[in-house]
């Protein structure tokens, strides 16, 4: 099962900035934070990571917690073209000290003009 | 150059065939998955190769066969289907186990399986 819980839609208007909460609040201390997102009919991309500190890349900022049970994934100005299933991810520790992804249900974001 | 690409992108074929979707990628990763997304839309992994060795094996029918014939390939081949194996099969590939940095996976542009 999934580590993390996210609502299940939202929408913002173009232009403006769209916040993604997200709740993962038995991740562990070594645990990364995955954010990814799937366009429609498109395979996942990967958007952003983070452990602790509050990270940004040319796509969007990762804003987490203290207690790191939760994070917000940021798109400062979001377009059209960001409408998409975006999914916050901590990867699933196993035996052999790897990792798995485990993708929940994600949030369905949908821009508006 | 496609990343990661899969072919075919369409597969429509008759229950109780045995099919194949191939997978290659041309980033140099040692690591690649293949995914299964249901009608609900739920993502799953299925498999994991790493240097041509299954790591992960989710619980999948053993009608699923991986088989990886080098590091830039991993195909699937599905033997028997049955009509609940309809749904969209993602490959991706990474530099290693995805999870840590570093390891972002890459995903193809999916299979749409239709077994009729």
């Known amino acids: 099962d999934a580590k993390t819980t996210q609502p299940t839609s939202m929408d913002c208007a173009e232009g403006r900035a769209a916040n993604l909460p997200c709740n993962h609040s038995t991740i562990s201390g070594n645990e990364y934070v995955y954010w990814y997102r799937q366009i429609h009919s498109q395979g996942p991309q990967y958007i952003i990571h983070g452990l602790k500190n509050n990270e940004t890349n040319e796509m969007a900022s990762l804003i987490i917690t203290e207690d790191r049970k939760s994070s917000t994934l940021i798109l400062p100005h979001a377009t059209l073209r960001d409408t998409a299933v975006y999914y916050c991810?901590?990867?699933?520790?196993?035996?052999?000290?790897?990792?798995?992804?485990?993708f929940g249900s994600g949030t369905r974001l949908l821009v508006r003009p | 150059d496609t990343a990661v690409s899969q072919t075919p992108k369409y597969l429509v074929t008759q229950m109780g065939n045995d099919k194949s979707i191939k997978c290659e990628q041309n980033?140099?990763?040692?690591?690649m998955y293949w995914y299964k997304q249901d009608s609900k839309k739920f993502l799953k992994i299925m498999f994991s190769?790493?240097?041509?060795?299954?790591?992960i094996n989710e619980t999948v029918p053993n009608r699923f066969s991986p088989k990886s014939p080098d590091k830039a390939h991993l195909n699937l081949h599905i033997n028997s289907l049955e009509l609940g194996d309809s749904a969209v099969y993602f490959c991706a590939s990474s530099l290693e186990l995805a999870g840590l940095p570093g390891n972002e996976q890459f995903f193809g542009p999916g299979t749409r399986l239709t077994v009729l």
């Open positions: 190769y790493n240097n041509k060795e299954l790591i």
């Open positions: 980033l140099g990763h040692d690591t």
């Open positions: 991810i901590v990867g699933d520790l196993m035996m052999d000290s790897s990792y798995k992804l485990i």
